[in-house]
Every structure is written in structure tokens, then in C-alpha cells.
């Protein structure tokens, strides 16, 4: 067989398959090359047919370069300034990040060789080049040439700027007014370094808080508020606009809450933001929540269950029917738990349906619902809907009325397996709380078979983990009274961990099975403490005695088990 040469496809012919341009079209313009002898680019471009952004996307395919939208990437001011900015508007180059020790470089032109090994030279850094438009480049040098490393000198350098302040008696603003604040290149800057920092750090919230005479900048890392810094109240406004700008939001509402969400790419990874806007007393009070689907953790070996916990768990999410509940506060890890156990039995044979509010990450081969309620999608009348959509599995993101709660039974009872979640504090308080909502306790007997109750808590930052000895009292009460003297761990505070002393979270569990004496007791409407003590003697662990086995092997402390679990 004859070998042929590998021709690359050009540009109109991408174009064509993307559907930006029709036939017609791309004959138009190759007439006026002909004439004008310009790229064919740039002839679309004068047509008006095309966006620059799409020739480059499309350029970025035929050379099989990666293409970056500058406008969501969240660029890394660390690196931005490590090419003079005069070789930079020389070659339409910028550094946009970093992986290891390989510089991120946005090209206009990625196949210029002269400029990579200059930059390579300069650097002493491997590159790898991707391409953005010549525009994008330049808005970026515009914005981040001379700026600081830090938020806060970002931030000192924005509270200077008179263009970022409004007139105190101006009550509204324009909403041109508005969107000139959210696109100041000083609150640009401030903005993405405050994602930045914040991803980096690995927070899940930013919260962005007005108060009487300045806002006050806070990150939630390990389930913990960090104040990070403040500003000017007379900045808020600018803030305000440029992350509703980002959130697709209304930036002349300001008087009712709001919710959007956008997308950025850091660090070569795609993050995603749901964000809250509150009218306060002093302005919008702002939350964003950073959904990083590089740190999600499926694996339920990882989660943090002990070794007899996991076993039990694992034999109750693999029953064909009946529903399994998650228990606990907001922000203690239910979800991710619940994903992982979905995806853990996720397999071509099984029809799994969710219903989330918010669907928080996106899990392949797994249907995924968003309720809302404005137009009428609620928990219950979604799960009616999936009842006829042939499930095997169903997970409902909350049990919180009385009709979701009996459909789920219903559906647990009629060879469907349910998993959702309660707010209560202990697995046996789940039981206890379908019976206050109004459901038969002859039903929770028969539909329910397992919940498990969860609480995160801070593990001990192994860089800076010491030990140091405990006597008396609590040494008893950790060891049941066998032992007068302990050593435990605990984080002196280093660099790595912010000098908090801890570094990442772990869940703490107790799961309780059902059985017919725990049925017997549902049938008769025990009490809650009744319930558990039963289930310690059937050899359920509560919260305290597995938080106790994660403090005695050094994984948290003392102080982190006095905060999240309760003596029983």
C-alpha cells in the first residue's frame, strides 16, 4: 500500500467542521486572498465573519497546540514578570504558569523557535508553548507589567487608584458605571490573586465581608475562617462588580441576594466557582465556593472509615434495595461520601439518578439532576418524575420535608436503592427524625437499612508534627480508664501548613446497621439514646470512640476531637 504524506488540515477546512463559517463564506474570503495576498485569518477577521480568538483556537488545532483563553485563565503573577516586558510585546509572548520546573508560555506564535530557546535561556526553565490571541497577550502585559507579588500590595496599590473610589453621595450607580470598576486592570489583578492564593492554599470558600469602614478578606481552609486581609470599604463596590462580572450576574442589582458561577483554568487545571452575593447593612457580602474536581476524593478506602466501619459500608452500599442515609452538619463531607460510594458501584449494567441542589461536580456515566424550586423542580417532584425513568440506584441530594422523605421509602421499598441525606447529629437521631417528619416507624423499619453519621476532622500537619505526653483524666478517659499517661501528637506550626499545625481533613464515622433488634426498637418508638446504646452492643462505634482511635495513632488531636464529636 502506497504511503501517503501526512498533510495537515487547514485553516478554512477547521473552520468549516467547527461550523463558524459556512461554504459560501470561506469562498468569499479565499477570493479576497487571491486579491490582497493577507492570511486567511485575517482576511475572515475583516469580513467580520470571525472572532480573533476563533482563528487562533483553530490555528492552536491545526499545529496540535493547546489553546488558552486568557480571559479564564487565572495567570500566576509570580511568573508573569520573568521576561522583560519589552521582549515580551516584542515576540506576543506572556508566562502564564508553571508545572514543576516547565514554564507555561502563551504564543501568538508557538513555532517560534528563536523566541522558546531565548525564553528557555533566560529562564533556565523548560517551556511549553500554547497559543492565545495577540490581543489577549497584550491586554495581559497591560495588566500585570509592574504589579506586586502579594494580595496585599495588590490591594495597597488599588485603594490608590481614584478611579476604583466613588463619590460617598452617589446612592446609584450606573451600570456602566459598575462594569468600568469590575474591568480596572488593579482589580483584575486583585481578583485572580485572590483565587489563586486561595486554590493554592486548598480553601473551599472565599468570603469577602463589608464592615463599617473597611472589608474583610477571609479563606475557609480545613473547614476553618483564616482572616487573609482587608481593604478600603471604598474598594468593596469595585470588588463587587468585577466578580459579578465574572458570575454573569446583575451588577446594578444590589439590593436581593444573587447566585452564579464561572470557570477558570489554574495551574493547567480547570476549577470551577459557585458564588453567593447577601445585601448587608454595608454593602453585598460575596461567598465563593471553589469546586476543584482535582482534589474530590473517590476512593472510599482514603475517606477515612476504620478497617470495621469500611467492611459494613462497603456491605451496605451493595444491597439491591433499601436506603442508606448520610448524617451530619453542613461542610461535613456527606457528598463526598456519597459520590464515592456511587462511584464505587457505577457499572454499564446499573441506571443511577441523581437530584442535587447544587450538583457540585460532574460524575461520568451517572445522571445528574439540578432541582429548582422557582419553577417548580423540587426534591419530590423530580424524584416522582425518576421513579418512571427506570432506576436501579437513587441518590437524593436532601431529605428535607415530609413528602420527599416518603417517596424515598417508597422507592427503598419497592426494589430501589436510596441514598440521601439528614441533618442530625448521630447515625441512631436519623431513625428518630423520619418518625418526627410523619413517616410510619413501620416504614423506616422495613425501607431503611444502614446510616452512617460523619464529622471532618483537621489532620495534624506531618511536616511539624511533635509529640507530647498527657496524664491523669484524660489519658483514662482515652484509653477507658487502662492507661495514667499518653503520648499524643500534635502540629508545632510550620510554613507548609500556614503555621496552624494542621494540613488536610479526614472523616470520622460511625455507621450503624439495621437488624431486627434495632427494628424492634423503631417498631416501638425508642428514643434516640436507646437506639445507640443497642447498636454499641451489636458493635457500632460512636463518633467519639473512632475520633479517640485517630487521636491515639497521631492522625488528629485532642483539640479536634473536643470540637466535632459529642461524649455519648
Do not use: W
Amino acid at each position: 500500500m502506497e504511503d501517503r504524506a501526512f498533510r495537515p488540515r487547514r485553516l478554512g477546512e477547521i473552520l468549516l467542521a467547527k461550523y463558524t463559517i459556512t461554504p459560501e463564506q470561506l469562498e468569499r474570503a479565499l477570493e479576497e486572498q487571491r486579491k490582497t495576498g493577507e492570511k486567511l485569518g485575517e482576511v475572515l477577521q475583516k469580513m467580520g465573519l470571525v472572532e480573533s480568538k476563533e482563528v487562533y483556537e483553530a490555528l492552536a488545532e491545526q499545529l496540535g497546540i493547546p489553546y488558552v483563553d486568557l480571559d479564564s485563565y487565572v495567570i500566576d503573577p509570580r511568573v508573569v514578570t520573568l521576561l522583560p516586558e519589552k521582549f515580551c510585546r516584542q515576540h506576543q509572548v506572556v508566562p502564564v504558569g508553571e508545572e514543576k520546573n516547565t514554564l507555561i508560555l502563551a504564543m501568538a506564535n508557538p513555532v517560534d523557535v528563536v523566541a522558546i530557546d531565548r525564553v528557555r535561556l533566560m529562564t533556565k526553565k523548560e517551556v511549553k508553548p500554547v497559543m492565545a490571541s495577540p490581543q489577549d497577550i497584550e491586554k495581559v502585559l497591560n495588566a500585570y507589567y509592574g504589579m506586586g507579588e502579594s494580595v496585599e500590595e495588590l490591594i495597597r496599590e488599588a485603594e490608590t487608584r481614584e478611579s476604583l473610589v466613588l463619590p460617598e453621595e452617589e446612592e446609584e450607580l450606573k451600570i456602566d458605571q459598575l462594569k468600568a470598576l469590575g474591568e480596572e486592570a488593579p482589580i483584575i489583578r486583585v481578583v485572580n490573586m485572590l483565587i489563586l492564593q486561595a486554590i493554592r492554599s486548598g480553601a473551599s470558600d472565599i468570603h469577602i465581608e463589608p464592615q463599617e469602614d473597611q472589608v474583610r478578606i477571609r479563606f475557609r481552609i480545613d473547614g476553618i475562617l483564616h482572616d487573609i486581609t482587608s481593604t478600603s470599604i471604598q474598594v468593596h463596590p469595585a470588588l463587587v462588580s468585577r466578580i459579578k462580572i465574572l458570575s454573569r450576574m446583575n451588577i446594578a442589582e444590589r439590593r436581593l441576594p444573587q447566585d452564579g458561577r464561572f470557570q477558570v483554568t489554574v495551574d493547567n487545571r480547570t476549577v470551577d466557582f459557585r458564588v453567593s452575593s447577601l445585601p448587608t447593612i454595608f454593602g453585598e457580602k460575596i461567598v465563593m465556593r471553589i469546586l476543584d474536581k482535582s482534589t474530590l476524593l473517590l476512593d472510599l478506602d482514603r475517606l477515612g472509615f476504620e478497617e470495621e466501619d469500611l467492611e459494613k459500608f462497603y456491605r451496605l452500599i451493595q444491597h439491591p434495595y433499601g436506603m442508606i442515609l448520610l448524617t451530619g452538619p453542613t461542610g461535613s463531607g456527606k457528598t463526598t461520601t456519597l459520590y464515592s460510594a456511587l462511584n464505587f458501584i457505577n457499572k454499564p449494567d446499573l441506571n443511577i439518578i441523581t437530584i442535587e441542589d447544587p450538583v457540585e461536580y460532574r460524575l461520568p456515566g451517572i445522571n445528574q439532576v439540578q432541582v429548582r424550586p422557582k419553577i417548580g423542580l423540587t426534591f419530590a417532584n423530580t424524584l416522582r418524575a425518576i421513579m418512571r425513568q427506570d432506576p436501579d440506584v437513587i441518590m437524593v441530594g436532601e431529605i428535607r420535608d415530609y413528602e420527599t422523605a416518603e417517596i424515598a421509602i417508597h422507592a427503598a421499598l419497592t426494589g430501589h436503592l436510596v441514598f440521601s441525606t439528614l441533618h442530625t447529629n448521630t447515625a441512631a437521631g436519623a431513625l428518630v427524625r423520619l418518625q418526627e417528619m410523619g413517616i410510619p416507624s413501620y416504614l423506616i423499619a422495613s425501607a431503611l437499612v444502614g446510616v452512617v453519621a460523619q464529622r471532618l476532622v483537621r489532620k495534624i500537619c506531618e511536616r511539624c508534627k511533635v509529640e507530647f505526653e498527657v496524664r491523669g483524666p484524660i489519658a483514662r478517659e482515652l484509653t477507658e480508664g487502662r492507661e495514667d499517661h499518653l503520648v499524643l501528637f500534635r502540629g508545632k506550626g510550620c510554613p507548609e501548613c500556614n503555621r496552624t499545625g494542621y494540613r488536610g481533613r479526614i472523616a470520622v464515622s460511625e455507621v450503624l446497621v439495621m437488624d431486627d433488634d434495632l427494628r424492634a426498637l423503631v417498631l416501638r418508638n425508642a428514643t434516640e439514646r436507646e437506639i445507640t446504646e443497642k447498636a454499641c452492643e451489636k458493635g457500632m462505634r460512636t463518633l467519639r470512640e473512632n475520633a479517640i482511635r485517630k487521636v491515639l495513632r497521631g492522625v488528629t488531636t485532642l483539640e479536634e476531637m473536643y470540637r466535632v464529636t459529642a461524649r455519648v
